[in-house]
């Protein structure tokens, strides 16, 4: 079963997607945020284009454990995003995807100037790896 990886951000949406298998994860593409119902359109179409059986989309908490201003955003594009397809959603915490993203690209040896761009999709590759590490059958 593919697994579609979403990182939602204010301004972009990175989205991953996993092999059939359910055990890689690569980078998809970004959408450019429009408004919550047509993210959830493009996310929506792209996950049933894609064969996907299941949408994971990245939370962030605060240091109390619950939902920072992201995170509720998060929570509010998965309503929407119900909404649109029947496929079934989960919300996973996505504490430092940004910030792991932003490390795997200079450990890469990517140049600054290179690397100044934004990392949404590899963020959302993060948030996939660490939901498929944490579900793994031993």
């Not at 496929?87 to 490390?103: G, V, W």
């Not at 990517?110 to 949404?120: E, I």
Request: proline letters at 3%; glycine letters at 6%; a neutral charge.
């Amino acid at each position: 079963m593919r697994i579609l990886a979403v990182d939602h951000g204010e301004k972009r949406i990175g989205l991953a997607l996993s092999d059939p298998t359910a055990t890689l994860a690569s980078p998809l593409t970004v959408i450019k945020h429009v408004s919550r119902l047509m993210d959830a359109a493009q996310v929506a179409n792209l996950a049933s284009e894609n064969g996907v059986g299941l949408i994971v989309i990245g939370q962030s908490f605060d240091e109390e454990g619950n939902p920072n201003l992201a995170g509720r955003r998060a929570a509010k594009f998965a309503e929407a995003l119900r909404e649109q397809t029947q496929i079934p959603i989960e919300l996973f915490d996505e504490s430092f995807s940004t910030r792991d993203a932003r490390a795997a690209v200079i450990e890469m040896g990517v140049s600054r100037r290179k690397r100044a761009g934004h990392h949404d999709a590899l963020a959302a590759v993060m948030i996939l790896r660490s939901y498929l590490e944490a579900n793994r059958k031993s």
